[in-house]
């Protein structure tokens, strides 16, 4: 059973507040896609290094990533909540005042220009310049928190409210908590053994679909997801990769990597062709930078977890069978460029071609 309450089991208020948040999201990804992949490649690109594009090898569930780091590829992580975290958490998502978007604590930490016009009102999602701030924190280390305003009596009001926010929640206790959850343990996480205990988290990697090896950020965002879990709402994680070279997006339902594809000539025109589209409206609305005569696009693999990642319909206990896929590929899109309105997605499946 899922920890979140679908839109016909909320209230009409509640139902307002998933309707803003969803919104809010959207707008989101878009502008994270942007910082994230656009940013990136205009960062190698002025560094005169050749962008690292992702093989289609690296995109299958349990694929090895390259151990290694690009300075120029924009690494981060953001927590969205619906609602709000209640304080008793603040042990392991830790939030405090010392690192609340205050006026003082960003000046004092030095996380945005100190030649800037501070408005109090810029960590609210609905400001003008809300990203402005997201722009100035993002490359601060650990993670940035955005919430509902628990002070807002009148409307929902989401806000970015802390920065420089770390994940503490122990990966053996995240683990531990999924696999009682899918019901392959009963209580504790050694109950079976050593050997069954780190095949368990193993397994807690791959479930969202990260290697075992992962980086810090990649693994907060999985530790920090399983941990959101607790709240009766639903969140989405945002996690930027120097390895992967991914934008990786956590959210209630799936689980999404988004990279930078190189497309030649004649694939494009295959795909504008098989889309109903001019190649001038492909070309237009979908490549985010040229290289001579190929195109850079936005890929997206969404990934869904499989019958032995998801709870057993019976409720009973199970045994683990490592060598079982947890996820797999549910959908492959190229996606609009940012800021483009009237574009949809177009499939594209090339992971297993």
Not at 151 to 167: C, G, I, N
Not at 231 to 249: D, H, V
Not at 317 to 341: I, N, Y
Request: proline share 5%; net charge positive.
């Amino acid at each position: 059973m899922s920890h979140w309450m679908s839109r016909d089991e909320l209230s009409m208020q509640n139902r307002l507040r998933r309707s803003h948040y969803e919104v809010l999201r959207d707008e989101l990804d878009q502008y994270v896609l942007d910082y994230a992949l656009t940013g990136s490649y205009k960062a190698f690109k002025a560094a005169g290094v050749p962008y690292p594009f992702v093989e289609k090898r690296e995109l299958k569930p349990r694929a090895r990533i390259p151990q290694e780091e690009y300075g120029e590829q924009k690494a981060f992580l953001i927590l969205f909540v619906e609602d709000s975290v209640p304080s008793i958490h603040k042990k392991y998502i830790r939030f405090f005042d010392v690192n609340k978007t205050t006026k003082a604590n960003l000046f004092k930490n030095k996380a945005i220009p100190l030649s800037s016009h501070f408005d109090r009102n810029l960590k609210y999602f609905e400001s003008r310049k809300f990203f402005d701030l997201m722009e100035w924190l993002l490359p601060v280390d650990y993670a940035l928190l955005i919430q509902r305003e628990p002070a807002s009596k009148t409307r929902d009001r989401f806000s970015l409210s802390h920065f420089h926010v770390r994940v503490d929640w122990p990966i053996a206790d995240a683990a531990e908590d999924l696999a009682r959850r899918l019901r392959y343990i009963s209580k504790e996480l050694y109950e079976k053994g050593e050997s069954y205990a780190e095949d368990l988290q193993k397994k807690f990697f791959e479930y969202y679909s990260m290697p075992v090896m992962a980086g810090g950020r990649r693994t907060a965002a999985i530790v920090a997801a399983q941990f959101l879990r607790k709240l009766p709402c639903i969140s989405t994680i945002y996690a930027g990769s120097s390895e992967t070279r991914a934008t990786i997006r956590i959210s209630e339902k799936d689980i999404s990597k988004c990279i930078l594809m190189k497309l030649n000539a004649k694939e494009m025109e295959r795909i504008a062709q098989e889309n109903l589209l001019s190649l001038a409206a492909f070309k237009k609305n979908y490549l985010v930078a040229r290289e001579g005569n190929s195109g850079v696009a936005i890929f997206q693999a969404t990934y869904v977890h499989t019958s032995q990642a998801c709870p057993p319909e019976d409720g009973k206990l199970r045994e683990l069978k490592p060598d079982l896929h947890w996820l797999r590929v549910e959908s492959q899109h190229l996606l609009p460029r940012p800021g483009v309105f009237k574009f949809a997605p177009l499939p594209y499946p090339i992971i297993y071609s």
